[in-house]
């Protein structure tokens, strides 16, 4: 989520739909506009659209900011659950 107050975007879930498989769904049926867009987001960031799954994305990044937040990762054992995900288990 980024913003502020009432006006929080969900940013993961829009680029999560961006990233969706098959026919470039998520960046528009149009083959002309998808193409633009993802040229787009590669400018931003080449990993916009990463080859792993965004469940391993979303571990990733539970467990870096557990990182930076302390310096170093604690131990988590399988079963460790953050936001529903069982982040002990992917460590």
Do not use: S
Request: charged share 30%; with cysteine.
């Amino acid at each position: 989520m980024w913003g502020e107050d009432d006006e929080m975007v969900p940013i993961g879930q829009h680029m999560a739909n961006l990233r969706r498989k098959g026919a470039k769904k998520g960046l528009g049926k149009n083959e002309e506009t998808a193409t633009a867009r993802a040229a787009q987001l590669a400018a931003i960031d080449t990993d916009w659209n990463c080859p792993w799954p965004l469940d391993w994305q979303r571990h990733h990044r539970v467990l870096a900011d557990l990182v930076d937040a302390d310096g170093q990762l604690p131990d988590i054992a399988p079963g460790g659950v953050f936001d529903g995900d069982d982040v002990g288990k992917w460590r």
